[in-house]
């Protein structure tokens, strides 16, 4: 079982106090909850003022909370600017090897993306293209170091935003994923990969709700800390 909690920041809100803010929460979550893996995924700063994703300059974070929550005292009182609260099917297409201590900040960047089913195509048609056309797709394509794809099975009742899958998309350097000669391969195929992912991501996306962040990833409790590389 594993729920996502979209928390925004507020628009007097500076970056670092937003940081603070959703680490706080996310780390008394750590603290106070057994037998569940916890990881936040937010935005640090402002995006690159220019790139070929469109980056949104919003602050945004995901709490990612692995195991049962039910009677957990720290979601009784949820963090502000709460946007929903998400259960999730997870998936790991491909994974890193976690050699870094919980609590610090996972090294490279995260492409956390928000989005919803394409309008006009039914909700089996909308999967099969996501996972088995575009996720191969991005595979092949993307330098992507970890995968982490999370289709929506429900939202809570008081959720504010109807989002109905979660990515995050990790890379070893912030370079594989601003550098479009890196991100979409050199500059024989650049632009026939960007071709071939925009036409996937409309076939299966409503493209103008889709909402993509330059992120960073903290995981506060793993499964598997003994298992860290000295």
């Known amino acids: 079982m594993k729920s996502m909690i979209l928390i925004r920041g507020e628009k007097q809100e500076s970056c670092n106090a937003f940081k603070e803010r959703v680490l706080d929460f996310a780390r008394k979550v750590a603290t106070n909850a057994p037998g569940v893996n916890v990881s936040l995924t937010l935005t640090e700063g402002p995006p690159p003022p220019l790139s070929v994703i469109p980056f949104k300059r919003r602050k945004a974070a995901v709490l990612s909370i692995s195991?049962?929550?039910?009677?957990?005292?720290?979601?009784?009182?949820?963090?502000?600017?709460?946007?929903?609260?998400?259960?999730?099917?997870?998936?790991?297409?491909?994974?890193?090897?976690?050699?870094w201590a919980d609590g610090t900040r996972t090294p490279g960047v995260c492409l956390l993306t928000l989005f919803r089913k394409k309008p006009g195509i039914d909700y089996a048609t909308f999967l099969d293209?996501?996972?088995?056309?575009?996720?191969?797709?991005?595979?092949?394509?993307?330098?992507?170091?970890?995968?982490?794809?999370?289709?929506?099975?429900a939202r809570g009742r008081d959720a504010l935003e109807g989002w109905d899958g979660i990515v995050e998309e990790h890379f070893r350097k912030r370079q594989h994923l601003t550098n479009p000669f890196i991100f979409f391969g050199n500059p024989l195929t650049m632009w026939y990969h960007m071709i071939q992912v925009y036409t996937d991501t409309r076939s299966f996306l409503d493209y103008h709700t889709i909402e993509t962040y330059l992120a960073r990833e903290y995981v506060l409790k793993s499964s598997t800390p003994s298992q860290l590389l000295p």
């Open 67 to 99: 195991g049962k929550i039910e009677g957990m005292t720290e979601l009784t009182f949820l963090p502000k600017g709460l946007a929903g609260v998400y259960q999730v099917t997870e998936a790991l297409p491909v994974a890193y090897q976690k050699t």
């Open 129 to 153: 293209r996501w996972l088995n056309s575009h996720t191969p797709l991005s595979l092949k394509i993307h330098p992507l170091w970890h995968y982490n794809r999370n289709v929506v099975d």
